[in-house]
């Protein structure tokens, strides 16, 4: 599976973005990946943003972006997208989609490590 991120830029506190993340090469349904938005700031860890589930039920939010960001899936375009609303300064970094398989049960995934696939990122720049 590749993925692929985008809809990154530079924009001014209290703007909005959306990212786009566009699965490809799977052979089975783009319906049965769960799947991730991390961000890598300069010198930090990378860190869980946003998780949804395979069908789209179920969302789970990091605390600093809940009420700002919202993730959402088309299963027919095997693209997932992070809505991202009243930006801050603090939100800059480099966005990362990931995918797992998972199966409709399936508890959410907040850690890199609990994911198969990752995209190559795109630079989200927050100015004062």
């Known amino acids: 599976v590749q993925l692929q991120a985008s809809g990154g830029g530079l924009v001014q506190a209290g703007d909005s973005l959306r990212l786009t993340c566009t699965a490809s090469?799977?052979?089975?349904?783009?319906?049965?990946?769960?799947t991730g938005w991390f961000r890598q700031a300069p010198g930090k860890e990378r860190e869980f943003v946003a998780y949804?589930?395979?069908?789209?039920?179920?969302?789970v939010y990091a605390d600093s972006v809940k009420g700002r960001f919202a993730i959402s899936r088309e299963n027919t375009k095997k693209t997932v997208y992070l809505q991202m609303t009243d930006l801050k300064p603090e939100d800059t970094a480099v966005y990362y989609c990931?995918?797992?398989?998972?199966?409709?049960?399936?508890?959410?995934?907040?850690?890199?490590?609990?994911?198969?696939?990752w995209g190559q990122g795109t630079l989200v720049t927050v100015s004062s």
């Open positions: 090469g799977h052979t089975g349904s783009i319906s049965n990946l769960a």
């Open positions: 990931a995918a797992r398989e998972s199966i409709l049960t399936a508890r959410p995934f907040t850690r890199s490590d609990e994911y198969t696939y």
């Open positions: 949804i589930s395979r069908g789209g039920g179920r969302t």
